[in-house]
C-alpha cells in the first residue's frame, strides 16, 4: 500500500452524520435522483439501495434479461469506479437478490470488496468476496470468452495466501486478458487498476501501465475510470500536468460523484493551481453531503475516510489560495461532522481546520474557540499554533509569547507514534508549529537574525519528513517565510534561493512569488518583480499580500 494510502487508513475515524452548518454564498452542481426513493431507504443497511445519477462512465455489463437487475450492476461499476465502495457493494447485492442467477452480478461484489489504492481487502471482505467469485464461477457457463475470463481472474484474487501474492496473481491475470482483448477498454481498465493496486505508486518502472491508460483515453477521452486512474497514475510518475486536460473535465462528467469530483485537485494541486483545488474539494464534499441526503447510505456523508480526505484537501488548497469563505466553510464542517476522539495521527487531518482558521478567521474568533479534548495531544498542538496566528495578525507580543510557551508544553505531552516509518514526521509535524509562531514572534519583534533560525529549522524538518501529497500534511512551505526573513536581513541572494526552493516545493505558489517579487524589487529588477507580482495575483483570492506573514 502506498504512503497515501497508509495515511488515509490512519486518518480514519468512526464515522458520525454531518451536521448542517452555514454555507457560503458560492455556485454549487445539482444532481439529479432516477426515480422516487423507497420510503425504507433511510440509511437502513437493509433497505434497498436508492438509485442517484451522476457518476459517469457504465463500462461492463451484465448476463440477466431482468432490467432492474442490469440497472442495478452497472451503477455497481459506476459507483466503483468512483471509490464508492460500500455502495457499490450494496448495489451488485442487490441486483443479485433481483436475479440470483446473474454471473457478472456476483463476479462484481467479488470486485467491489476487493483492494483498491487506497486501502487493502478486510478479511471479512476477503471471505465475502471468495465467496461471491465462486458463485460468479458456478454461474458463468453460458458466458462470453470475455467475461469468463474476467472471472477466472477475480477467483485468482481470493486464492490462499498473501495479499500480496493474491494482488500479484489478480494483475497477472488482468494482464493476461489484456493481451487476449486488447480492443476491450473495460479490460484495459481493470488490468490498469490491478498493475496500481500490485506496483503501489512505482508507475515510472511500469510503461506497459501508462501505455494501456493513454490507449483508453485516445479512444474514450471520456472514461471517468480512466480519467481517474491516469490522474493518479500522472501523479506518481512526477509529471502530473500530463492529466491537466482530462482533470479539467472530469467534475462534469460526474457531477454525482464525489470522489471524481475530487481527483481533479490531485492534478491542480501539483501543478499549483490552488484555488481549483479548493473548489474541486469544497464541491465534492457537498456531493457527499447530497448524495447522503439522496441515496441514504448507511453511515451519511461520513461513511468513507475519503470525506475527511475531501476536506482536508479542500482545506490545503483554501490555505495556499487565500480563500477564505471555502477554507472556513470546510474548516467548521470538520469540526461537525467529526469530533476529537480522532486523536494521535489521525488528528492530523483534523489539525488542517486549526491551520485554516489561524489563517483566514477572524482573530478575535479564533482566540474564543474552545480547546480540543486533552488526549487530543496533536489537536492541542495545532489550536495553539491557530492562536499564536491570530496574536500575530493581531501584532500582540505578549499574547504570541504566551501561545508559543503553552504550545511547547502542548508538544510535550504528545506521544510518538507506533509506526517507525512515521518517525520524521511525527517530529516535524510536533515541532514545526513551534517554530513558525518562534519566527513570527522574531518578525513582529524586528530580529531578523532569530527569524532566520527559526523558520530555517522549521524548513529543514520540513524537507527531511515525508509529508504526503494530497495535500501535504504541513500546510504550507515554510521556504518562504524563510526568504523573507533573509530579505529583512537585507541578504538578497540567500533570499532568492530560498523563494525559488518554495516554489520548487509548491509551484506557482502565490506568497512565494510575492515574497520573490518584493526581492527582486528591492535587487532593482522592476521588470521581473512585475511579473512574479502579476503570477501571485494570479492565483490569490484573499487579501493584500503581507511580507511579515508569509
Not at 454549487?28 to 451522476?54: F, L, T
Not at 482483448?181 to 501501465?209: C, G, H, K, M, Y
Amino acid at each position: 500500500m502506498n504512503k497515501t494510502a497508509i495515511w488515509l487508513s490512519l486518518a480514519a475515524a468512526l464515522a458520525a452524520p454531518a451536521m448542517t452548518i452555514a454555507e457560503p454564498d458560492l455556485p454549487n452542481p445539482q444532481v439529479q435522483i432516477c426515480g422516487e426513493a423507497p420510503a425504507s431507504g433511510g440509511g437502513d443497511a437493509n433497505a434497498p439501495p436508492i438509485m442517484v445519477a451522476g457518476f459517469g462512465s457504465t463500462g461492463y455489463h451484465a448476463d440477466t434479461d431482468n432490467a432492474q437487475a442490469r440497472a442495478w450492476f452497472e451503477q455497481g461499476v459506476r459507483l466503483f469506479w468512483a471509490f464508492d465502495e460500500s455502495e457499490a457493494i450494496r448495489a451488485f447485492v442487490y441486483a443479485q437478490k433481483l436475479d440470483p442467477n446473474c454471473a457478472m452480478c456476483a463476479w462484481g461484489e467479488a470486485w467491489a470488496r476487493g483492494p483498491t489504492i487506497n486501502y487493502p481487502v478486510s478479511e471479512p471482505d476477503r471471505v465475502l468476496a471468495l465467496a461471491a467469485a465462486d458463485r460468479a464461477v458456478k454461474l458463468s457457463g453460458k458466458l462470453n470468452e470475455r467475461d469468463k475470463g474476467l472471472i477466472a481472474a477475480m477467483r485468482a484474487r481470493y486464492l490462499p495466501g498473501s495479499t500480496k501474492a493474491s494482488n500479484a496473481a489478480f494483475a497477472i491475470a488482468m494482464l493476461s486478458l489484456a493481451d487476449r482483448f486488447p480492443e476491450d477498454n473495460d479490460v484495459l481498465l481493470l488490468a490498469s487498476d490491478a498493475q496500481l493496486i500490485n506496483t503501489s505508486t512505482d508507475v515510472l518502472n511500469n510503461p506497459r501501465l501508462m501505455n494501456m491508460l493513454e490507449t483508453v483515453l485516445a479512444r474514450d477521452p471520456n472514461q471517468s475510470f480512466a480519467i481517474h486512474l491516469y490522474i493518479h497514475a500522472t501523479e506518481w510518475a512526477n509529471d502530473p500536468g500530463k492529466a491537466e486536460f482530462y482533470a479539467n473535465k472530469l467534475a462534469a462528467l460526474t457531477p454525482g460523484a464525489s470522489h471524481l469530483i475530487h481527483m481533479p485537485s490531485h492534478t491542480f494541486y501539483n501543478i499549483g493551481r490552488y484555488e481549483d483545488a479548493a473548489i474541486a474539494n469544497y464541491e465534492a464534499v457537498k456531493a457527499d453531503i447530497r448524495y447522503a441526503e439522496l441515496g441514504k447510505p448507511p453511515g451519511g456523508a461520513t461513511r468513507s475516510p475519503l470525506h475527511r480526505h475531501n476536506i482536508q484537501f479542500g482545506l490545503g488548497g483554501a490555505l495556499m489560495s487565500g480563500d477564505a469563505p471555502r477554507g472556513l466553510y470546510l474548516a467548521d464542517h470538520m469540526m461537525t461532522a467529526y469530533d476529537d476522539t480522532s486523536a494521535g495521527w489521525s488528528g492530523f487531518s483534523r489539525a488542517h481546520a486549526w491551520y485554516a482558521y489561524g489563517q483566514l478567521a477572524d482573530p478575535d474568533k479564533v482566540l474564543a474557540m474552545p480547546a480540543p479534548i486533552p488526549k487530543a495531544a496533536y489537536l492541542r498542538v495545532a489550536w495553539r499554533y491557530a492562536r499564536g496566528e491570530a496574536m500575530f495578525r493581531k501584532r500582540d507580543v505578549a499574547g504570541l509569547k504566551a501561545e508559543l510557551a503553552a504550545l511547547r508544553r502542548e508538544q510535550s505531552a504528545v506521544s510518538p507514534p507506533k509506526s517507525a516509518d512515521f518517525a520524521k514526521t511525527y517530529k516535524a509535524l510536533v515541532l514545526i508549529p513551534g517554530l513558525v509562531l518562534e519566527g513570527r514572534l522574531a518578525v513582529l519583534e524586528n530580529r531578523p537574525a532569530a527569524a532566520v533560525n527559526a523558520f530555517g529549522k522549521a524548513a529543514k524538518l520540513q524537507d527531511g519528513a515525508w509529508m504526503g501529497q494530497d495535500p501535504p500534511l504541513w500546510w504550507y512551505p515554510v521556504r518562504r517565510s524563510l526568504a523573507a526573513a533573509y530579505l529583512r536581513q537585507g541578504d538578497l541572494t540567500r533570499a532568492r534561493a530560498a523563494a525559488e526552493a518554495s516554489l520548487k516545493l509548491r509551484p506557482k505558489d502565490p506568497t512565494s512569488l510575492f515574497v520573490l517579487s518584493e526581492i527582486e524589487t528591492k535587487a532593482g529588477n522592476a521588470d521581473t518583480a512585475a511579473k512574479d507580482l502579476a503570477a501571485a495575483r494570479a492565483g490569490w483570492v484573499g487579501g493584500a499580500f503581507s511580507l511579515d506573514a508569509a
